[in-house]
């Protein structure tokens, strides 16, 4: 018998390791293999029992469940997994492994595709590869959306006698973790796409820098690249082609601006994160002043299905400019939450309400912040809003690393907005004085406010327009779009606290 379990650190926190220990003492002759998650967070921990090359999942599961899952007669069974809607409506391209197969096997992460666009890209010469990427229309899954073909292009055409591939894996936004969950259930994707970026643009050395906060991810993806290496995937002849690209992993400073792409690169030089000014590119002078790609860990993954499957296969699916899938996060006051990987133009409602299932509270939804922390607050009003890049802009929002949280009713904004403003002053690297001030003055005012004195919400709206124009970077540029969403959209609660004061 063989069954199925995930290691992801979601399923741990939620008890996968007293279920495997109860799994492994009812039932000593069965094959368990430790997988991914599938992203059902709500289902976790959940077991898949595989009974003629079908898998059945039964969850949550709790050790106590195990005995009736064994002999055939527990209420937890939810049938084949591959059938359950959740699993049916999406478009697992990037994800396709997780979930399925043992994260550190590269057998069979070759039985089930895994470094077929790696083969075809050694074939091919570095400007093909470049010219594949940038056919595919695959924008940088990061938060700013550059087309990833048009970096490469800049590195490739770069003169230089070391390049770099560095993997952004600092994942800080708050309700994201589909960096996690495919560093952690298909590491050989990440590897595989950091070598075809090595291939295209010449580079032969790659990091990645990894966040601090995700002890498991760095575990699989140390093991996952002393594998590769053993196996001639990495190393100075990869796969045989006389081609050289290797590469190690980095742990990240724990500061949420070191996930800016110029602040990491001096975090990972081993100076203080602080941003750097642009020019030059990180293209042209990135680490150690040398021409350097650095790409989040979703673009990169999604690179071995554009090579495999061809750049028209990944083009074909999206919305306007937004090409592809995008791995949405679902989180916060939400009945399902999890990874759900779609094409772009899925709208934002559908997310919620069908996908989501709505807030778990049961009262009803007030907001969904989209795009993590530096992401507008967006109202039921703006449900229909399609998920692309050029969509969230013009409702005034951004898509980012394609995180979405949920708040219901009972939810302050005028909190909320504080604790956006609160934020950047923490993280704040301190460079500019727009963001370092501003965010500072920016929780003052917030509090002025909500002492009653609404007279202060013009002056809100000047220090947000300060740092949106004045910021060297996202953090002080973009806290702006959490603030005066809250501000513009759900004016009551900036009205409210004025009323209380009286
Ligand atoms: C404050 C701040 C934090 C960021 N954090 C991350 C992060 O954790 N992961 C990430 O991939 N990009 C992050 N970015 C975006 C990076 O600067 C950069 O755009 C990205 O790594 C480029 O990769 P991509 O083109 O594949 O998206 C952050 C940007 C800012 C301003
Ligand atoms: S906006 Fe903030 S985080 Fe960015 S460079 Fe300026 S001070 Fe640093």
Not at 92 to 117: C, M, N, W
């Amino acid at each position: 018998m063989r069954i199925f379990l995930p290691m992801d650190s979601a399923a741990k926190a939620l008890g996968a390791e007293d279920v495997a220990a109860a799994l492994r003492a009812a039932a000593p002759e069965a094959e368990i293999i430790r997988t991914g998650t599938r992203g059902m967070i709500w289902l976790e921990p959940l077991i898949e029992i595989e009974r003629d090359g079908v898998r059945y999942g039964f969850g949550p599961v709790e050790p106590d469940d195990v005995a009736g899952i064994l002999d055939g007669t527990s209420p937890k069974a939810l049938g084949p997994v591959e059938e359950l809607d959740w699993m049916k409506r999406q478009t697992r391209l990037t994800f396709a492994r997780v979930g399925v197969i043992d994260p550190l096997s590269l057998r069979e992460y070759e039985a089930h595709g895994g470094l077929t666009g790696l083969r075809r890209a050694l074939a091919m010469t570095g400007q093909e590869i470049v010219d594949t990427v940038k056919a595919s229309g695959l924008r940088g899954r990061g938060g700013a959306g550059f087309p990833t073909g048009i970096k490469w292009q800049t590195v490739h055409d770069a003169d230089g006698p070391q390049k770099y591939i560095i993997c952004n894996a600092d994942e800080g936004d708050s309700g994201t973790f589909a960096d996690r969950m495919l560093m952690e259930g298909d590491p050989f994707t990440l590897i595989e796409g950091m070598a075809i970026a090595g291939v295209g643009v010449g580079a032969t050395r790659g990091y990645v820098y990894l966040r601090s906060e995700y002890p498991d991810a760095i575990t699989v993806m140390t093991s996952a690249v002393e594998i590769a290496r053993a196996a001639g995937v990495l190393g100075k002849d990869v796969l045989g082609s006389g081609k050289a690209f290797d590469m190690e992993i980095r742990k990240g400073a724990g500061a949420y601006v070191c996930g800016e792409e110029t602040s990491l690169l001096n975090s990972l030089e081993g100076k203080r994160g602080v941003v750097r000014a642009k020019p030059p590119l990180p293209a042209l002078q990135g680490f150690l002043g040398r021409p350097t790609v650095v790409n989040n860990v979703i673009s990169l993954a999604t690179v071995p299905v554009i090579l495999e499957k061809g750049a028209q296969h990944y083009a074909d699916f999206g919305l306007g400019r937004s090409r592809g899938t995008v791995t949405l996060q679902i989180a916060g006051n939400v009945s399902r939450g999890g990874l759900f990987e779609t094409a772009f133009g899925i709208s934002l409602g559908e997310v919620v309400m069908d996908l989501g299932g709505g807030t778990r509270s049961g009262r009803p939804v007030k907001a969904v912040q989209v795009g993590g922390p530096l992401g507008a607050y967006l109202s039921v009003t703006e449900f229909d809003t399609p998920l692309g890049y050029e969509e969230l802009d013009a409702a005034g929002g951004l898509i980012g690393h394609a995180g979405l949280t949920v708040f219901d009713d009972s939810t302050d904004m005028l909190g909320k907005a504080r604790f956006a403003m609160e934020f950047c002053a923490v993280e704040s690297c301190g460079k500019c004085t727009p963001c370092r001030i501003g965010a500072v003055r920016g929780v003052e005012t917030i509090d002025r406010i909500a002492e009653g004195d609404t007279a202060a919400l013009p002056l809100l709206a000047d220090l947000c327009e300060t740092m949106q124009d004045g910021s060297l970077c996202a953090l002080g540029g973009f806290t702006p779009f959490p603030v005066m969403s809250a501000v513009t959209r759900f004016p009551d609660d900036f009205a409210r606290h004025k009323e209380a004061a009286e």
